[in-house]
């Protein structure tokens, strides 16, 4: 089984916030700062078989590693307000009932989905970026993993741009 460096992934998106502040951009809010640290604290193995089992359906690995690490993260980037805590993910409903949503915002229809319809080899469940603003789009990867990875990369070049 592959393991993945959620540990190292965060602590280099929370580093690219941080600067970003730094060079000048508007003060982060106190509440943020504290969340941007390595995410929360882990979720129980208990919570996370607790999910599956609400669920139905275990869980791809970087997914369930990633709740293990952290359980929820966030600002992941200005439209994904956090990565949701093993309490708060569940199915979608509506366009996409069959995908697990894993990330979003109250104030943004932007979300991160997995599919557990598209599996590879490596028990990896396909994973959505879904846009709504401006005007639509959806974003695909192989893995949760690939997702963050990207995004993370993606968020760094923006603020280096903004900056």
């Known amino acids: 089984m592959t393991t993945y460096a959620w540990r190292d992934l965060l602590q280099r998106w929370r580093d690219a916030w941080l600067r970003h502040e730094q060079e000048g951009a508007e003060p982060l809010p106190e509440e943020v700062r504290r969340a941007l640290r390595l995410g929360t604290r882990p979720a129980d193995p208990a919570e996370v078989g607790a999910l599956e089992e609400r669920l139905g359906a275990e869980l791809p ?37 069959h995908a697990l949503k894993v990330a979003g915002s109250p104030d943004s229809d932007d979300l991160y989905l997995l599919d557990p319809r598209v599996v590879g080899p490596d028990g990896e469940w396909e994973a959505w970026h879904v846009v709504h603003h401006p005007a639509g789009a959806a974003f695909r990867h192989r893995s949760f993993w690939d997702l963050m990875n990207g995004e993370s990369l993606s968020f760094a070049a923006q603020l280096t741009r903004w900056g």
């Open 61 to 97: 690995p970087s997914y369930r590693q990633f709740l293990l690490t952290s359980d929820g993260w966030g600002p992941a980037t200005y439209e994904i307000e956090r990565v949701l805590p093993v309490r708060e993910v569940g199915w979608t409903s509506g366009f996409l009932p």
